[in-house]
Structure formats: C-alpha cells, structure tokens
C-alpha cells in the first residue's frame, strides 16, 4: 500500500509543479478574494489605456492590446509562479513586434496581423520548449548592464517614435537618425490641434505620475485612495481627451482618432503557419522570447523577495510560453511580465495569480460593452501615455556607473545603446545577446590565476602579490579561481610552462583547485600536456584541495595513473609534503 500512495504523491507533485494553481488554489480564502479584487480593478483600470497605445506602437489595432490582455493572463495564472507578476503587452516587445513584423508585412493589412499571431505563436513555442527542458539558466547568459542598456536605447526610441502622433505628422524610421530626419523634415506640416491635445494629455501624465498623489494627500484624502486615483490617472487623460474631441468636433481639425474599435470578446484566431513566413520571423521570435523572459523573470524575482518567497525560472518559461500561444489563438501578439503593471498588482494587494484572472475578466468586460466609448480617443493621447511610460525605463546612469567599475561592463553597454539607436532594434538586441556571451567567454578565457604562499603561523595561503606570505623557490603553487574549460585551457597550460621555463629552481608544481568546479575534456588533455612537459623536466606536478564532483571525473579518466606526483587534500599538506617543513597547528 505504501509504495502506491508513495506513487500517487509523486504524481500529485509532479503535476504541482507543472499546474502551479493547484498549489496555492488548494489555500484560497476570502482574505485572498478580498486582495486579488482590489488588485483587479486597479491593474485593469491602468491596462485599458496602456493596451491600446502598446498595441498602436506594435501597429496593430488598438483592440489586439486588449486582446493580448485576456488570454494570456489568465493562462499565466494556471501555469505561473509568481503572484504579483502582471502579464500583457509591454513597450519594448511591442517595439520589437513591430520592427520584426514590418519586414515581412505592411502595416495595416491582414497579413500583419496574421504575422503578428506567428510571431506570438512562435516566442510561446520556444519558451515553453525552454521550460519542458528545464533551462531557465540560459536568461543568466545575458548580463544586466546589456539589457539595461538595450532598454534605456529602446526607451528612447519608442519615446522619439511617438513625437509625430502627438505633432499630427507622418514620419516614420528604424532607428533614430531616421525618426529625427522625418519629423525634422515634416515639422511644418504639425497640427495645431492635434499638437494642443498631446501637450496636454503628456503634460498631465508628468504630473500624474510625480505631484498627483501628494495633492492629493495634501487635501485629506486617505492614502489609499489616493493611490488608486493615481494609478487611475491614464484613463482620466483618455476620458477628458475624448471628451474634448466630442465636445470640439477636433477630429474635423486633423486630430487623428483611435476610430470604430470591434466589440466583443478575442476572437478564435489562426496564426500564420507558411513556411517562409515561420522563417523570416524565427530569429525575432527567438530574441523576443530571451528579452521577454529576462524582463519577466527581473520583476518577478524582485517582487517574490519582497514576500521572502521564490519563483521557479523554468516554470516561468512554460507560463509565458503558454500566455504567448494564448495570445496567438486569440487575436494578441507577443506578450511578457511588465514592470510597472507588477509592481502596482503587488502594491495593490495581489495576493495570488487569480488576481491577474481577475483582471482578465475586466479586460473581457471593457472588449464587450466598452469599446464604443473609445471611438473618439485621440492617437495622441495614447503616444503621450506611450512617451510617459517607457521614459521611465531610460537609466543612462549605468553607462557612468559602469564606467566606474568596469570598462568592459561599460564597453558593451555603450555598443549596445548605440546600435540599438543608430541600427534597430533586433540589431541591438542581437549584439547585446552576442556582447553578454562574449563578455563571459573573455572573462573566463583568461580567469584570475595567482601564485600562493603560506601565510605565517597559520594553514592558510594567499596571493603572494597580495599578502606577506611564506614561500620555498623549490615550490610553485598556482590557484586558479575558475573553472577549467575548452576556452581558458590553453592559457594555464601556457602560463606554468612560462613559469617553470629558463632554469628556474622549481622541482614542485601545486595547482591548487578549490574555485574549480569542473574540468571539461579539452582542459584534462591539457593537464595531461603540463604532467608531460614537466615530467620531461623532472618537476612533479601534483593537485591540492579538488572538489569532490571533480575528483570523480578525474578517476574515470586515466590522469591520475600517469600523474608524476600526487593529489593533496589540503594545500598545507601539500606546503609539509613538498617542503619538509614540520607539521604545526594553526596559529602556533
């Protein structure tokens, strides 16, 4: 009987783990209900405006934003890990939706809007393969001060790209050379109206987001009121313009109107699935996905530390990936884990994912009663809610900061900020993925290597550069603080040969081991070049203080048997062994 209910329970965990909700569904309770709801309302109030604009900066119907709002959140919900985590459209995936889309369709047309449902089809494919493999370490190969980078050059260019929404104007562009060139070269053709109407609404966002909520406490109202009238402030912008368009009759002087939005709830949709097309947009599929999953994976980890819980990475993937497929059967595009709509789903009081399928309810509500009322809002007000978010995502701090502590750091922030800008989006996403490899591949090409000594009256050894330090000229011993791989085993081979070279009095070589966590087959032939070379001079090359794991693999290899000296536990029973020096207690 044990080993049954054994077997159920192992069942039971494994589909735990694949199907979080039944984890935290299982403790649903009324203060959990009275948490997610009030987190619903706000985020949804904040969304509506925010899925509309992010939809125009992906040029797609502004109904595609809100449709990307449903689905995808309430799958994330069933296979996701964190409970604050708000998923949906985002400004920089939009951005990159866009650049990726406009090369294999025109803007506007059905075949955009099918190419759109593929790129989602394909970035939730991808991750959720990611997720089954278990290979949530792969976002730790793209390194901080890149993505920064990558999205403060975004930032920018999404904020540049709305400037002719809210001067009225057409002008288009890439990069920012281009944007700068069609809007300086249509500037005379801005609309005063439409200009009037994207000063305001910007202007009024700025002060939402910084003097908002001290008024308003200033004048009594409580705290938590005035939180929420805060984050509700995008869609006061959206009533008051359309408003004014009504009240005006503004779109008969050129301001430029959202127009009839489709009412009802996300339609069955199909993605493209013609070979040629699964071509052209696999690589940007591929890179949406890692920028997607890195951004998601930052905010959700930062808001779990905040409740001392945790999120699993390679679940992560699986749920973005299923919120993904979800966006590309109905009517969405590539979606992710957004910083600002987290943050105010945690502030709010989110206390488990049903918050988030609680807000897709009121996505679905808004898509089948709401639209009619948004026939009037102004483009410019949805660019100016564009300009005021994703300027908060600009840090050029970090190229300084960098500065200080790493050129090399700050070398591939730079790269990547001006590619983005001076050569796109996917060109500059593309080097920072290459910059963040390559910046590992150097840093442990040529890993951190010292020549030890003992530190006196103790067991201890340190760098010789470093410290004062006891040595014997008869013994060399090298710790290497890094793994041992194809890429940097060549370099310690080069480096001991250097070392024992021109008639030097070394009998012993120690390559003391205790950073190393692996040796890959190309570093073990290399160590058995160095056993040669030194055994050809009649130096004794000996290891000390091998990890365990290590030390197992070196056993299945037949290194040990043609070692010409021995493997020490501790680095001071290699110093007593090598140097005759009598055995003394710590600190004696």
Partial sequence: MRPAQ????????????????????RRYDRAALSGDLLAAVIVTIMLIPQSLAYAMLAGLPPEAGIYASIAPIMLYAVFGTSRSLAVGPVAVVSLLTASAVGQVAQQGTADYASAALTLAALSGGFLLLLGLLRLGMLANFLSHPVISGFISASGILIAASQLRHLLG?????????????????NLGQANPATLATGAAATGF?????????????????????ADILTKAGPVLAVVATTLAVRALSLDRAGVAIVGAVPQGLPPLTLPGLSPALIRELALPAVLISIIGF???????????????ERIDPDQELIGLGAANLGAAFTGGYPVTGGFARSVVNHDAGAETPAAGAFTAIGLAFAAAFLTPLIHDLPNATLAATIIVAVLGLVDLSILRRTWAYSKGDFAAVAVTILLTLGAGVEIGVATGVVVSILLHLVKTARPHVAVVGLVPGTHHFRNVARHRVQTDPSLLTIRIDESLYFVNARFLENLIHDRVADDSPVANVVLMCPAVNDIDFSALESLEAVNRRLAELGIGFHLSEVKGPVMDRLKSSHFLDQLNGRVFQSQYDAWRALTGAPCRSAGE
């Fill in 6 to 25: 054994g077997g159920k329970q192992s069942v039971t965990r494994m589909v735990s783990r694949y199907l979080p909700i039944l984890d935290w569904g």
């Fill in 169 to 185: 104007i057409p002008a288009g562009g890439d990069t920012l050379v281009e944007i700068a060139a069609g809007l300086l070269s």
């Fill in 205 to 225: 966002l700025v002060w939402v987001r910084r003097g908002m909520k001290p008024a308003l406490l200033r004048r009594g109202v409580p705290a938590r009121m």
């Fill in 294 to 308: 890195v951004e998601s994976v930052s905010v959700a980890q930062t808001l779990a530390a905040r409740r001392r």
